[in-house]
């Protein structure tokens, strides 16, 4: 604690922009934190909270990144729903069941980790999310996802999409929508098929469909995406001819 109570001290005095608390075995969050107004970046991460009222963050108005992994989080804490300037908020790790609604308060944010959570639903303020351009849904435990949310496909800036190691056995055809997506990490889940749509992606440069032990075929038309210069499969896909999908 000793420790902790000198990074907060230095961190006032120098004005510091960053701190790091991870792993420093805390209960609580030190209320002295709130003085620190000139921090844009602190990690909480790898600290088992036994309340977890954040409020000292409250006045902490030029926070735009937040790391709150692996601390056995079940619930988004409400007490940092006004931090409305957060860019990135890391809550990989946890066993976040539910997404409130107040997610959408978060209108500046441009990274989102879920990771290895349980998340079972996704509710309709994430599409209030016009900034976000990272999204990370990969691992989610418990009743893992077995279809992308509709409402993931109204990110439109959304560049990154992570959904690996789910169930997931179907994507919409609205994935198309999402017309500035660089990324898309599907590996390790239950596809039978790909849809057309994912060809219409006109910035698509990185697809990872490797680990999807049903998946043989992909759609007309994989030849002529342009942007498109690395593909990922499994050696038992490629072991076979891929056919063309003409769904």
Known sequence: ???????????????????????????????????????????LSRNNFINLNLEPLGGLTRLNTLHLESMSLVRIPTSIQNLTQLKKLNLANNRIDKLEDFIGSFTQLEHLSLRNNEVESIPKQLALL??????????????????????????????????????????????????????????????????????????????????????????????????????HLDQRVLANPLKKDKR
Do not use: W
């Open 1 to 43: 604690m000793q420790l902790v109570e000198e990074r907060i001290r230095t961190a006032f005095e120098q004005k510091h922009t960053k701190l790091d608390l991870s792993g420093c075995e805390l209960r609580l969050l030190p209320p002295e934190i709130k003085s620190l107004t000139t921090l844009v970046e602190l990690n």
């Open 130 to 231: 016009q900034q976000l351009k990272y999204l990370d849904l990969g691992g989610i435990k418990g009743n893992r996802l077995q279809t992308l949310p509709e409402v993931i496909y109204d990110l439109k800036e959304l560049v990154v999409l992570d959904a690996s190691s789910n169930e997931i056995m179907t994507i919409s055809e609205s994935i198309q929508r999402l017309n500035k997506l660089q990324r898309l990490i599907l590996r390790n889940n239950h596809l039978k098929h790909i849809p057309q749509a994912i060809v219409q992606l006109p910035k698509l440069q990185i697809l990872d469909l490797s680990f999807n032990p049903t998946l043989t075929t992909l759609p007309e038309g994989f030849q002529e995406m342009k942007s498109l210069h690395t593909l």
